[in-house]
Nanobody, 123 residues
Framework: QVQLVESGGGLVQAGGSLRLSCAAS????????MGWFRQAPEKEREFVSL????????VYADSVKGRFTISRDNAKNTVYLQMTSLKPEDTAVYYC????????????????WGQGTQVTVSS
């Protein structure tokens, strides 16, 4: 089990950029696929992106493909989500989570969750 803490959220204007960080503790971090989810007001939590343990493979939701980039620095036990060309519909609480194996996009496939960080995009 890994402990996760997100940071980097904030208020930005549409078209702007923001980088989220997810700091992890635990010696197993480098072997764990890590994902980002988000939950907008009055909506269900949705999958955003996933990265393999090595960082060599990634998956993106269609809604963010081409705008968001997931990455990781295993030496720093950190996963990032670089968000560009932000839209008001990107407004949500963003969560990072560890997956049991690469390929899961549903919440049930993830073991540990951070507390979330708020991203608000104004129009």
């Amino acid at each position: 089990q890994v402990q996760l803490v997100e940071s980097g959220g904030g208020l930005v204007q549409a078209g702007g950029s923001l980088r989220l960080s997810c700091a992890a503790s635990g010696r197993t971090f480098s072997s764990l696929p890590m994902g980002w989810f988000r939950q907008a007001p009055e909506k269900e939590r949705e999958f955003v992106s996933l990265i393999s343990g090595s960082g060599g493979r990634t998956v993106y939701a269609d809604s963010v493909k081409g705008r968001f980039t997931i990455s990781r620095d295993n030496a720093k036990n950190t996963v990032y989500l670089q968000m560009t060309s932000l839209k008001p519909e990107d407004t949500a609480v963003y969560y990072c989570a560890s997956a049991r194996s690469y390929g899961f996009t549903a919440e049930r496939g993830y073991d540990a969750w951070g507390q979330g960080t708020q991203v608000t995009v104004s129009s």
